[in-house]
């Protein structure tokens, strides 16, 4: 900003654009895990197999009943296949009777 | 990752969503854009990508579970909406440096000074398009916001463009909202950066450079409308460091690319307007993601088959992790894009080879041993389900991917010869060449005319299998 203060006054102008999103209000949470099926939602990468894997084990131990929809359900969340699996959320966990849902990986 | 989470929540089904350590900020700003600010998510501690299996199984029992079950069954906080300026509402008035000042401090400027975009000045920009300046051209991702012909001529007067400019700069934003092209992965890891090709008169009217220093800055307007894209990205799309933009070590945006239409009509092949599906002489900008490239020098012989071993094989060396864009996320979506100095143009050309001959060349030799593929996708990159001959008989790859079991056959570095995108450009009297990485279907690439209506072709990623398909 090397320019002298005797340049002027100017009145700029917001760059931005109004945001064409309103809020949307998250879904209602479960009471508990015990005996609810729950989604598994994977991009494929770092180590979200793994991860899953050890989520299993332990939500195991503390809900015996509790079930899973494997990533491999869904269907990869990132990439080419996105737009299209992402669309089939909604239709799919109603198909696979899903109660609550993870996504990962976000690294 | 979040978008998932949020098609979730949208079926009633509470989500929570895995983050890594140094994610957390960003999945705090893209929550925003999508409408869910309170959308929970479970911290891993670190990052997965460097811990032993044992480490990473620790950290997910001992303190991403516990996250993963609040999220799930315990009501968030609710929601706030935060309140913003008006779109033609002034938000700072006074000199030069007090006005440059704001921008900076309220991050709508690239820390470069900026010309304050008056009222004055965007009225002068929409003289040169007929076009509503309410119009919104599509609605970008992460923030969510509209690209409007307002809000492009405002980015446009910031960035030091002239008025005159405004038709290209209007065609930059609907490339850039258009669906294949995926601007919402503009702040991935790898941090590439937008190509844009010009072709057409326009070059030559608007004063485009397209010959010697082409990438260099120094021409106002390569060098005004490549930094246009990338305040266009900051302030409409909403890529900021350190918040939606996540590069790892990022670029700094490209001065625009002008195509030698001259001596591509010299030699008897078609400009990219045309491979892109345009008529030659249509004045188009073609945008693609790149994480980056080389320049290939000293480029010698006297045939084709003398010049262009080396080439191939420069254009292998620019490859590694994104051969995932090949066979992986985003299937048959690699792009690779090659600048060609008008001497080693005019070299080929003059033997007869066309266009499509040299990417015929490109595509039989610039190839990757199959066990190099595995290598790095399955072994390098922990990308755990790779592998060449299960894609192919799955039948989601190409026979040449999977001719033989040798792990030593050669195989094609994209799915098609066509997939090679060639530019003439640069130095008339230099003997190189530019190969630049791209990014796949995260920046895949689009063309539109440079005109006042919206004409679209159809997309090739439209034929890839597995590429985003959404229409125009």
Redesign the interface.
């Known amino acids: ?3 002298s ?1 005797a ?18 209000p ?8 015990e005996g609810k099926t ?2 598994q ?1 994977w ?9 899953y894997a ?2 299993e ?3 195991k131990e ?1 809900y015996p009943n509790i079930k899973w929809v494997s990533y491999k359900e869904i269907g ?12 089939s ?2 239709r799919r ?2 198909e696979l009777k ?10 | ?20 350590e ?2 957390l900020g ?2 705090e700003s893209t929550s925003v ?10 911290a ?1 501690p670190g ?3 460097v811990q032993s ?1 044992e480490e ?2 620790r950290n ?2 001992d303190v ?2 516990d996250n ?2 609040r999220n ?5 906080q609710a ?1 706030t ?1 935060e309140s ?14 007090e ?5 900076y401090e309220h991050e ?1 400027s690239d820390g470069l ?1 900026i010309v ?4 004055e000045r ?1 009225e002068q920009f929409l003289k040169h398009c007929n076009r509503d300046s309410e119009e ?1 051209i599509g ?1 970008l991702l992460p ?6 012909i ?2 492009i001529a ?2 446009g007067v ?1 960035a030091g463009c002239r008025p005159e400019y405004m038709p290209v700069l209007i065609a930059l934003v609907e490339a850039m909202a258009d ?1 294949y092209y995926g601007v919402e992965h503009s702040g991935n890891t790898p941090g590439g950066e937008t190509l844009i090709v010009l072709n057409g008169p326009i070059v030559k009217a608007l004063e485009f450079n397209y010959t010697q220093g082409v990438m260099r800055d120094g021409f106002i307007a390569n060098t005004s409308v490549g930094r246009f894209w990338r ?1 266009y990205l900051r ?2 799309a909403g890529f900021l460091p350190h918040k939606n933009d996540k590069a790892t070590f990022g670029n700094t945006w490209r001065v625009v690319v002008a195509e030698n239409e001259d001596v591509v009509k010299e030699i008897g092949w078609q400009p990219l307007s045309a491979d892109m599906g345009f008529a030659a002489g249509d004045n188009t900008v073609t945008i693609s993601r790149m994480t980056g490239g080389n320049h290939i020098s000293s480029i010698s012989g006297s045939t084709p088959e003398e010049m262009l071993p080396y080439l191939a094989d420069a254009v292998v060396r620019q490859y590694s992790w994104q051969i995932m864009f090949t066979v ?4 048959g ?1 690699l792009r690779p894009v090659i600048l060609l100095s008008p001497l080693i143009a005019r070299a080929v050309g003059k033997w007869g080879w066309s266009k499509k001959d040299l990417q015929q060349y490109l595509y039989d030799h610039a190839r990757l041993p199959a066990h190099q593929w595995e290598r790095i996708l399955r072994d390098w990159t ?4 790779w592998n060449l001959e299960e894609e192919w008989r799955l039948g989601r790859i190409p026979k040449a991917f999977f001719e033989s079991d040798d792990p030593n056959r050669m195989v094609p570095l994209v799915w098609d010869p066509e997939d090679f995108m060639i530019v003439v450009t640069g130095d008339p009297a230099r003997n190189s060449a530019y190969v630049f990485a791209h990014n796949g ?2 920046g895949y690439p689009v063309a539109k005319k440079i005109q006042d209506t919206k004409v679209a072709p159809k997309s090739r990623a439209s034929q ?7 229409a125009a």
């Open positions: 900003m090397a320019i203060d340049d002027g006054y100017y009145d700029a102008l917001w760059p931005r654009s109004p945001r064409q999103v309103q809020l949307k998250l879904a209602k949470r479960l009471d508990t895990l729950i989604a939602m991009d494929y990468v770092f180590r979200g197999d793994e991860v050890a989520l084990e332990g939500l503390r990869n969340t990132h990439g080419g296949e996105e737009r299209e699996v992402v669309a959320i909604a966990f109603k899903v109660d609550a849902s993870i996504s990962g990986m976000g690294c | 990752v979040l978008r998932a989470s949020v098609a979730a929540e949208e079926a009633g089904v509470p989500s929570s969503t895995l983050v890594c140094g994610f960003l999945a854009g999508l409408g869910m600010p309170n959308i929970p998510v479970a891993v990052h997965t990508g299996k990473l199984r997910i029992l991403t579970m993963v079950i799930l069954v315990q009501e968030p929601a909406e913003e300026p008006g779109a033609r509402d002034v938000i700072c008035g006074g000199t030069y440096d006005v440059n000042r704001y921008f709508l000074p304050p975009p008056t009222q965007v919104i609605i923030d969510s916001r509209a690209a409007t307002w809000s405002v980015n910031m669906p305040l302030n409409v992986g996320q985003g299937m979506t922990a990308k755990p389900i279907v995260l890839k299998k597995g590429a985003n398909v959404t």
